[in-house]
């Protein structure tokens, strides 16, 4: 998938350089945008949303439909790209592509309904509730998951009448780029979604700028606990509405009368997709002292011998970290956590060839002030800590500043049920792994975010609420 990209003997000054993290080499240079470029930007969708927000949602269904097409037609050179640009292993990348499909088709086959007048008896001849769109939505957005990230938040806004804006992460620079082309070649008005190549350090002035721009209407973040922070308050400071997913902690809580032939592999899958950078992970692994030893036993054989390597090889299922500055802070993680007397029972160190990889980890024996407790860890490591019951399950599950997934296991589902009501989280899932699924709301508590994406929530959040009424 190409991109508007500068010959790579550009200049490095106005321009982002991608990086393979696989082995350190450059991929491309992207060309910056100025902050004249920005402010065209911004009119472009502003001037297009309007005569989209008229269109019939059942044309902008169609829209989505065509989108899903174009994206399952791209999908191989699209999971290349992303392999590329952030290391992900090349299964995982192509079914990122088939999520990002289906989650068009979801919301062009049952959006409109969501969006459909509500008729309301009042004390008038008629009144309803419409939901009409805001006008142009900013998404800032990550690496981890840098196609699912974006289509989950376009898709809903778009069939709603919005306009999108995409400040993407810069090391995915060219998929950002790649999914405003496929929008374009998928027959979406031009300037509908547009994004923005943006310096580094012109990032907060960026965004400041653009949320106290009165074409731009409302903000969805997913990321760091601090982009949170400091979107909230420059959106805030404008009165606009945001949408944020941050960080996760999640708990995986394994009680005494779980069946580890299901619970191993379940907590491999959930912890160690998409080379554990993934906020929604379990990262917490909470067993009762009964089974204990047999899980982490099974767990960190199991880890041990997860296949590492080439993300283009089918057959790898960790491959490096998106960026060398993620390995660092990982591995001071895992050792600060060893020196405080963690057991290191899987991996546990850098890898030593050229790129950013590491280990896949499990650490045993840890307590709630290590910081792989009590931190969130992004990559490939595991905490393994014992409780002795139920109650001491819960309160650990919540001795987070985190609220975005948990998952119980028991051969009790009611019983599983009955704990996880008692941990503070955006989604439960019991006897199964933490996912995103288009038909579900997805968000978090506490210090994970706040609002909804997916399902008819998602879909809600970037509209206004319109109360009608006519009198006699």
């Not at 019939?56 to 699209?78: G, K, M, N, S, T």
């Not at 086959?109 to 009042?122: M, Q």
């Not at 950013?356 to 002030?369: K, R």
Request: glycine share 8%; charged share 20%; proline share 7%.
């Amino acid at each position: 998938m190409t991109a508007d990209v500068a010959p790579t003997d550009a200049p490095t000054q106005g321009a982002l350089v991608t990086v393979n993290p696989a082995d350190g080499t450059e991929i491309a240079r992207h060309r910056t945008h100025t902050a004249a470029d920005i402010d065209q930007i911004v009119a472009a969708a502003h001037h297009a949303q309007t005569p989209w927000s008229t269109r019939p949602i059942a044309e902008r269904a169609e829209h989505l439909r065509a989108l899903a097409r174009a994206l399952r037609d791209a999908r191989p050179a699209l999971a290349d790209l992303v392999v590329a640009e952030m290391g992900k292993p090349v299964t995982e990348a192509r079914a990122e592509v088939d999520k990002c499909a289906w989650v068009c088709e979801y919301y062009a086959e049952h959006g409109p309904a969501v969006l459909a007048d509500e008729p309301v008896a009042s004390g008038v001849s008629r009144s309803w509730v419409a939901h009409e769109p805001l006008g142009v939505v900013l998404a800032v957005m990550p690496w981890n998951f840098p196609l699912w990230q974006v289509l989950r938040f376009a898709a809903p806004a778009l069939l709603a009448g919005n306009a999108g804006l995409l400040k993407h992460s810069p090391n995915v620079t060219g998929t950002a780029l790649a999914v405003e082309k496929i929008m374009r070649d998928a027959g979406l008005p031009p300037d509908i979604f547009r994004v923005l190549v943006v310096a580094e350090a012109d990032v907060p002035d960026t965004v400041n700028r653009l949320l106290a721009d009165d074409r731009v209407a409302a903000a969805t973040l997913t990321g760091s606990e601090r982009a949170g922070k400091a979107i909230a308050a420059a959106a805030g400071s404008a009165l606009k509405k945001t949408v944020l997913e941050l960080g996760g902690s999640d708990p995986f809580v394994v009680l005494d009368d779980a069946d580890l032939d299901v619970v191993v592999p379940a907590a491999v899958t959930s912890r160690f997709l998409n080379s554990g950078q993934s906020c929604l992970a379990a990262k917490r692994f909470i067993v009762s002292r009964a089974i204990a030893p047999e899980f982490t036993r099974r767990f960190a054989a199991a880890v041990n011998e997860l296949p590492v390597g080439d993300p283009t090889d089918e057959n790898t299922r960790i491959g490096p970290l998106a960026r060398a500055d993620l390995v660092d802070a990982l591995d001071a993680q895992v050792r600060a956590s060893a020196d405080a007397g963690a057991s290191i029972v899987a991996g546990g160190h850098r890898l030593d060839r050229p790129g950013a990889w590491y280990a896949p980890t499990v650490l045993a024996e840890v307590t709630l002030d290590m910081p792989v407790m009590a931190e969130e860890t992004f990559g490939p490591a595991a905490a393994v800590h014992v409780v002795d019951n139920d109650d001491e399950a819960a309160a650990v599950a919540n001795a987070t500043p985190y609220g975005l997934g948990a998952s119980v296991w028991s051969r009790d589902p009611d019983r599983a049920l009955t704990l996880g009501r008692r941990i503070t989280s955006g989604a439960l899932f019991v006897n199964a792994v933490v996912a995103s699924d288009p038909r579900l709301p997805f968000g978090g508590t506490k210090r994970s975010g706040y609002g909804r994406e997916l399902g008819s929530a998602g879909l809600l959040e970037f509209v206004n609420v319109r109360t009608y009424a006519v009198g006699a």
